[in-house]
């Protein structure tokens, strides 16, 4: 499918921040894309304009029924120029939400395009500096006026791009767990397999809670019988237990992540043994004492690999590998981020030059 992309420059460009002292999703650069949806007329007028408020009818649906999915994604300044990776993988993934969310399917194609071109607009955002990237965040919301629930008769597909320092302030480094058994992330049937931005409402309560206690995240357990192991924030989770590598199924209450995938594969390619089933907390707890138990980490795009150095249970805590990084963490990350930097040889096709 085509679209024609309207391109409207700024005239008035921001000053670009300090690399050194980047944070995370506080700075935005000069433009977005915008393209929108009518019942009747499908997707239309694809745009990019400068950065600037949305105006919405304050009885957009979006505002009352939450009608709306978001991706996450990365650029990364190479050896060789500019790079996406796995691009493909977060367009399929937004197609999947979008079918559970009632929201129209965007061209899968188009969907990178677009990402594309407003990268090229704002190519001189992206910072150069190691540990640095370029964040997409595209993201469709509902916004028919009206208070009733039903799918949305219109809709506005949007593309931001922030230019960011590390996920966690402190990098690679071990973080401290608690395992939440009060609330919990997703239910069997529910949303968790889909990005969409009521599954993370729910679960501030407990991150905050986590927060109080100096914890840096939440270990979630699935949400009937409170036992089984999901995700770690807003990440993937593994277990290293035996000399093998245990990670939740994909079962519906587990969001498909592209780190998570691209862990996997690369962990098979290495000979490593990944069980994608269910299992315990106790589980867990029992390999610590038994010390089969060697590492825990969490996958994800904002941070890539997330070493665990602490859980917490019942009152109970472990510490997992002394403390310190893991052989497969550190493995994991330097060869995830050395194929996004271009520094690695891509030998499964996953970057895209811009």
């Excluded at 996406?84 to 969907?111: S, W």
């Amino acid at each position: 499918m085509k679209y024609e992309i309207k391109i409207t420059k700024t005239q008035n460009p921001k000053a670009k921040p300090d690399p050194v002292s980047l944070g995370f999703g506080d700075v935005f650069t000069d433009h977005m894309f915008i393209m929108d949806y009518d019942e009747g007329e499908g997707w239309h007028d694809a745009r990019i304009v400068p950065y600037a408020p949305i105006c919405l009818d304050p009885a957009a649906s979006v505002l009352h029924y939450a009608q709306e999915m978001f991706e996450g994604m990365k650029t990364y300044k190479s050896v060789d120029g500019l790079k996406l990776f796995r691009p493909d993988m977060n367009a399929k993934r937004t197609a999947q939400t979008n079918d559970r969310l009632c929201i129209p399917h965007v061209d899968e194609g188009f969907y990178v395009d677009a990402i594309r071109a407003l990268i090229d607009v704002d190519r001189d955002w992206v910072p150069g500096r190691e540990g640095t990237s370029l964040y997409i965040r595209p993201f469709i919301i509902a916004t028919e006026p009206f208070l009733g629930v039903r799918p949305s008769g219109s809709y506005k597909f949007i593309i931001i791009l922030s230019p960011v320092g590390p996920y966690y302030k402190e990098g690679l480094a071990p973080t401290r767990i608690f395992v939440e058994d009060e609330y919990t992330r997703a239910a069997p049937g529910g949303t968790g397999c889909a990005k969409v931005g009521g599954n993370y409402a729910a679960s501030l309560k407990s991150q905050m809670k986590a927060h109080s206690l100096g914890f840096t995240q939440v270990l979630w357990l699935d949400g009937v019988e409170r036992k089984y192991v999901e995700e770690i924030g807003t990440s993937n989770a593994f277990f290293v237990m035996g000399g093998e590598v245990w990670t939740a199924p994909l079962d519906g209450t587990i969001l498909p992540g592209i780190t998570r995938d691209s862990v996997i594969t690369l962990l098979r390619d290495w000979g490593v043994l990944v069980r994608e089933e269910r299992f315990t907390i106790e589980e867990v707890f029992a390999a610590h004492d038994s010390g089969r138990l060697s590492e825990i980490f969490a996958s994800g795009t904002a941070a890539v690999i997330s070493p665990v150095g602490e859980l917490r249970w019942k009152g109970r805590g472990i510490t997992v590998g002394g403390g310190s990084i893991g052989e497969l963490s550190q493995r994991l990350y330097d060869t995830i981020t050395g194929i996004q930097s271009g520094r690695l040889p891509d030998t499964h096709g996953w970057t895209v030059d811009l």
